[in-house]
């Protein structure tokens, strides 16, 4: 079975950076569209970036565009979401995914398999 493991997530000021990671094992990640879900305290689990197998097409949700930016490293196994410029309302436990379609999707639901997730909080 496909396993996920996200990294990267912690504490950072407002305007502040961080970079989260993503490794997927049990496959080659070039079988798979990835991407990347946050879900913050009482609120539905919302999609933020996908991209395609290959790693030339992306999509960014329109709360993110501008400031967040999803890459991958398939020789590694990795993916990637460049967080910069953070904001409070970023704060949220954000979860790697990967589809095994193309170009994935923005519906959790499509999704084949999850990570556990990690936890990203911005101070004001």
């Known amino acids: 079975q496909v396993q996920l493991v996200e990294s990267g997530g912690g504490l950072v000021q407002a305007g502040g950076s961080l970079r989260l990671s993503c490794a997927l094992s049990?496959?080659?990640?070039?079988?798979?569209?990835m991407g990347w879900f946050r879900q913050a305290p009482g609120k539905e689990r919302e999609f933020v970036a996908r991209i395609s197998r290959s790693g030339i097409a992306t999509w960014h949700a329109d709360s993110v565009k501008g400031r967040f930016t999803i890459s991958r490293e398939n020789a590694k196994n990795t993916v990637y979401l460049q967080m910069n410029d953070l904001k409070p309302e970023d704060t949220a436990v954000y979860y790697c995914a990967a589809n095994m379609s193309t170009y994935g999707s923005r519906q959790p639901g499509d999704w084949d398999y999850w990570g556990k997730g990690t936890l990203v909080t911005v101070s004001s």
């Open positions: 049990g496959r080659t990640l070039s079988s798979y569209a």
